[in-house]
């Protein structure tokens, strides 16, 4: 049985804050709040809309109709990615992801590696079916 839903724009949750210039636009139009882990990631034009502060591995404090949730997955430890789809999808009716599936560059100026779990598409696809939710 699917777990995704279909219903009507009234709220909607933006996961990672600091590439969600659409969150703004949607604002206009819907009841928009973003999350993240922390309180500096927010563009310049995101910070006039509401924000939690969250830890992803525990269940999210908001419900909503719509999820948006951009360069999060990658950045999750393996260990923890069942926990934290489950935790967004259990926030939401419906969700977009968008999850990189190549290695982060940026890390390197900072001696890191950013992106935990570098999986490709299939991979990805096949977790969200695992969780029981439908990929479109």
Request: hydrophobic residues 40%; proline residues 5%; glycine residues 4%.
């Amino acid at each position: 049985s699917s777990r995704r839903r279909h219903t009507r724009c009234a709220r909607v949750t933006g996961v990672q804050t600091c590439a969600l210039p659409i969150c703004v636009k949607l604002s206009k139009h819907c009841d928009v709040t973003l999350m993240d882990f922390t309180q500096n990631s927010r563009d310049i034009e995101a910070q006039l809309l509401p924000f939690i502060q969250h830890d992803l591995t525990k269940p999210v404090p908001v419900k909503a109709d719509y999820g948006y949730c951009t360069d999060v997955m990658e950045h999750i430890e393996p260990e923890n990615v069942d926990k934290v789809l489950t935790n967004i999808m259990s926030a939401v009716n419906d969700c977009f992801f968008q999850i990189s599936t190549v290695p982060d560059v940026m890390g390197a100026l900072i001696g890191q590696d950013l992106h935990l779990t570098v999986k490709p598409l299939e991979w990805w696809e096949q977790k969200f079916i695992s969780l029981g939710f439908a990929v479109l």
